[in-house]
């Protein structure tokens, strides 16, 4: 079939050929059949790297290589034990460093899947979202503007579709579709006007095709292969690790090879002081950093997923802890995105309407839709047909049929909720799309636009044809000449239309979204483009509530306590923004933070740049204006995120510091262009997201703390011993235990710990900000200096007082291990103690520490691992002065911090009051 060219073909041939029904699709047998046949729509994608790879590539580090060189002279100077040991602790470090690597690989590839494109597709006679890998040749697709073409397809209904195809032609500018067939069958790729290709995207129209290739098969496989191309992108934290970790490479070298040199000056063996050079010098050198940096994005990304938002691009994790004002559209974001029809106004009356959400129960209080002459009826009779939304029930379209509701059976709506809601509020008055279509069938349509802000479509009955409109009432009713009456058509007067208005905002005013709905008689053979919309007839006002979400409320509460900027967004009229924005805490008891897209219009961008910051909330907005306010936003130096869904608000988007897309309503064009997707179209998902994105910012400061602090204290040990003429406290094979012991769980557990209680009552931080900011790197250095310093204290005294040189240096060893694991819980906080944290409230990090404990305990207990590290048995006073030092840095820091933060606490209350 691959090589047929379908755009000869009229479009009930290729249907035929593949053996589908247009409006029914394939069936569930068929799909699995060809599914087995064609396989997967996927363009095929480079292998990952084999973890018996990804194993061995831990021992590629030039320090890892040079301990192996020298195991291996240890092994033929007759040290069998010290090799055998030094080889065994390097396999361990290994296992750990690919399993660190290899989790990170597969969390990122697990995260890939989440953002994989989903098409809709018609199956059985009914239309569900599907992920674009389960599409066969054969499936009748549906589309839409901002949707991408999720395989090669033959268009069988276009309605004004444009489709842009640059990514596959070149084609700078959209192309008109069409579904009749074309004459020449050589027809190059970019004019084949009744073809859509893979990758390609609406951006205009609706329509159907069939599809007549998938994956490799289509003319993006064939040609391009682009998305298996996709690059993993560093982080600017990565980046700046990275070189960090350059440096310390180079410093650790000149100081291990001055230890060494002075041991060899001061009579040492070389090979004695070369291994222990060498040891000290890997575990001085943070190897674990970038893996541990890799694991703490991947599972803090991991995190955002269970809190709904999924993250497309890891640079956005660094960004959202820096961000600091989020742009949220209202409907669905920060409301329920669940209209409900709520007044009509029709024929000088406001008529109210019961029921609740999607259920189509309810009453009409001041009208009866039962009456067909009354306007009522026919204000809810194009509510119906001028509409491209579908009642569902379980899922399952509903038409019109099983009507009957329970708890057990819930509504929904498979479209536009706004839409939604009209149907809605039709089928409670017995009203059905499907029933109306019986006799009268729909033939033309004008599709919503942002910019022109109505819809219309044209219907074709026995004797007449009429075009129904909806949309913005102000835009309506500029078009209408004449109202409908009980009475019937009469013109209305300016009086009249001033009597709507007011009723619009009496709607707006009780945060009602507000539309207005017309309809006009057309003559025979009256073209079907934008004049239709002219001399219309007025209906009537739809005034619908879509309720704020209680989650948003208290998420704008958490922004302000953070520092962040909560700015609302809608194209809804004035008055319905500032009723939600007041009833969420947007607004703040006046209506001065407001703008209209009008009074933008109005002022340049200079001017909108010096009133940013001062404006919340947005009306009667396009998608254009979103644009404006992003720049004027970041001119003014601000972290921007900004929430979209449709074609338009790509551009917003992706200008946007963090871009975050609809998962729900969000158009693909829109998702492309964003770094975060929420799943659930949720403004409390995305203040969660924040919240995690400062953890993982906090993880990452608190390992880093803990390894260099940890490697400073190591290295000053060994150093500082060689440089006053001391023995060496450690021998190369203790060294690397220390690495292991400290470096390995421990690190690992610190990078997935919780986040602080108070991460979100501090103010974001400034993007440009070094990674030792805010005290640590003080804290690196006096910490590391006082293990460093603590250990050799130990090392003394286990000389002078148990006169053994093994003593002392298991002493020493275990000073160094435990004054680490006692720090580890210190580096959970940066501004509380050891007694404030709650040791158990990271139960991997507890389990790790017990671990290493276990691990210690072993090597200066079990006889057989004495012989290989050269410990001894510890007596009870000995212990008391290791844990003593090790431990009491910690124990006064934190009895510090307890009484200092006590004394705040006491003075914000009395600040308080």
């Known amino acids: 079939m691959r090589q047929q060219a379908w755009h000869v073909l009229p479009w009930l041939d290729v249907v035929k050929a593949f053996e ?3 409006g029914k699709g394939l069936g569930l047998k068929e799909v699995n059949h060809r599914l087995i046949e064609f396989g997967k729509n996927r363009l095929e994608t480079k292998k990952g790297t084999h973890p018996v790879f990804v194993f061995l590539g831990q021992f590629k580090d030039f320090m890892v290589l040079v301990l192996l060189a020298a195991t291996i002279v240890s092994g033929l100077l007759g040290e069998i034990a010290d090799a055998i040991t030094i080889m065994a602790i ?24 989440l953002t994989a494109p989903e098409a809709r597709v018609l199956r059985d006679g009914i239309e569900s979202r599907i992920p674009a890998a389960d599409l066969v040749p054969g499936d009748i697709v ?24 640059s990514a596959l032609t070149g084609e700078s500018h959209p192309v008109n579709k069409m579904v009749s067939a074309l004459a020449d069958e050589l027809t190059p790729m970019a004019d ?10 609406v951006v205009n129209g609706r329509g159907a095709g069939v599809i007549v290739a998938t ?13 298996q191309s996709v690059e993993d992108e560093e982080t600017p934290l990565q980046k700046r690790l990275d070189q960090l970790g350059k440096y310390l490479v180079l410093i650790s070298l000149i100081v291990c090879g001055l230890v060494v040199a002075t041991g060899v000056w001061r009579g040492e063996g070389f090979y004695k002081m070369f291994l222990a050079g060498v040891s000290l010098a890997v575990a001085a050198i943070p190897e674990g950093l970038p893996a541990i940096v890799t694991v703490a994005l991947a599972i803090g990304v991991q995190r955002m997923v269970k809190r709904k938002a999924i993250v497309r691009k890891l640079p956005a994790v660094e960004t959202l802890g820096c961000a600091t004002v989020i742009c949220s559209d209202k409907t669905g974001t920060l409301t329920q995105n669940e209209m409900t029809v709520r007044q009509i106004y029709s024929d000088r009356r406001m008529i109210a309407v019961t029921g609740q959400g999607y259920d189509p129960k309810g009453e009409f209080h001041g009208g009866d839709p039962m009456k067909t002459k009354d306007p009522l009826n026919e204000a809810l009779k194009v509510a119906a047909l001028c509409n491209n939304s579908t009642l569902t029930k379980k899922g399952v379209q509903v038409a019109g049929l099983f009507r009957s509701s329970n708890k057990e059976s819930p509504w929904g709506i498979e479209g536009d909720p706004t839409e939604g809601a009209l149907l809605v509020a039709a089928a409670k008055a017995g009203i059905w799309r499907e029933t109306l279509e019986r006799k009268e069938e729909r033939i033309g349509e004008i599709p919503f636009d942002s910019d022109r802000k109505r819809m219309s479509v044209v219907y074709k009955g026995k004797h007449e044809r009429k075009a129904y409109v909806k949309g913005a009432p102000d835009v309506i009713l500029r078009l209408c000449k004449n109202e409908l009456t009980s009475e019937g058509i009469v013109e209305i007067s300016d009086i009249r239309r001033r009597t709507i208005m007011r009723a619009n905002d009496e709607m707006a005013r009780k945060a009602l979204r507000v539309l207005a709905i017309a309809e006009r008689s057309l003559r025979e053979g009256e073209k079907q483009d934008e004049r239709i919309e002219e001399n219309l007839v007025f209906v009537g006002l739809m005034g619908m509530i879509d309720p704020p979400r209680a989650s948003a409320g208290k998420a704008i509460q958490v922004c302000r306590r953070a520092g962040i900027k909560p700015v609302m967004i809608t194209g809804d009229h004035r008055l319905t923004a500032e009723a939600v924005a007041q009833e969420l ?3 703040r008891g006046n209506s001065h933070g407001i703008m209209t897209g009008a009074e933008m219009e109005q002022i340049s961008d200079e001017e909108l740049e010096k009133r940013v910051m001062n404006i919340s909330v947005y009306a009667r907005v396009t998608p254009k204006d979103k644009l404006r306010i992003v720049r004027a936003l970041k001119k003014k130096k ?14 917003a988007v992706k200008e946007a510091d963090i871009g975050i897309a609809m998962g729900k309503t969000g158009t693909d064009v829109t998702k492309e262009a964003s770094a975060m997707v929420l799943a659930d179209d949720n403004f409390a998902t995305i203040v969660a997201a924040v919240e995690e994105g400062r953890g993982i910012y906090d993880n990452i400061r608190k390992f880093i703390r803990y390894l260099l602090s940890c490697n400073l204290g190591e290295v000053l040990t060994m150093f500082l011993a060689t440089l006053v003429g001391l023995p060496l406290p450690l021998l190369a094979i203790q060294i690397l235990w220390v690495n292991l012991v400290t470096d390995g769980l421990p690190a690992m557990a ?7 209680k108070d991460i979100m009552s501090r103010p974001p931080r400034a993007p440009g900000e070094s990674i030792f900011s805010r005290g640590l790197a003080r804290k690196i250095v006096i910490r590391g200096t006082m293990i460093g310093l603590g250990t050799l204290i130990v090392f003394v005294t286990g000389m002078f007082l148990g006169g053994n040189m093994l003593t002392a240096r298991t002493m020493a060893f275990s000073t160094l291990v435990f004054s680490q694991l006692f720090h580890v819980f210190d580096c959970k906080s940066e501004s509380r103690g050891i007694f404030e944290v709650g040791l158990f409230s990271n139960p991997y990090l507890v389990a790790a520490v017990t671990t290493s404990t276990l691990m210690q305990l072993s090597v200066i207990y079990l006889p057989p691992l004495q012989a290989i590290f050269k410990t001894a048995p510890l007596q009870l006073w000995q212990w008391g002065i290791i844990l003593g030092v090790a431990g009491g840095p910690s124990i006064l820091i934190g009895l510090w911090r307890l009484v200092k933060n006590a004394g705040n606490r006491r003075t914000s209350v009395v600040g308080g009051k």
Not at 90 to 113: C, M, P, T, W
Not at 638 to 650: E, H, L, P, R
């Open 192 to 201: 084949r006007s009744n073809m859509g290709y893979m990758g390609t995207v």
């Open 142 to 165: 549906l589309l839409e503007a901002g949707d991408r073409i999720p395989a090669d397809i033959r268009w069988i209904q276009a309605v004004n579709i444009e489709v842009e195809e």
């Open 215 to 227: 994956g490799m098969d289509t003319e993006m496989g064939i040609i391009a292969g682009m998305i």
């Open 585 to 587: 805490g947007i607004l």
């Open 90 to 113: 390097l396999i361990v470090n290994a296992v750990l460093g690919f399993i660190q690597e290899y989790r990170a690989e597969k969390s990122i590839d697990s995260l890939k899947s």
């Open 20 to 22: 589908v029904h247009p």
């Open 750 to 756: 610190l990078g997935v710990d919780g986040v602080d």
């Open 638 to 651: 601000q972290v921007v995120a900004m929430t979209g869904d449709g074609v338009n608000d790509a551009p």
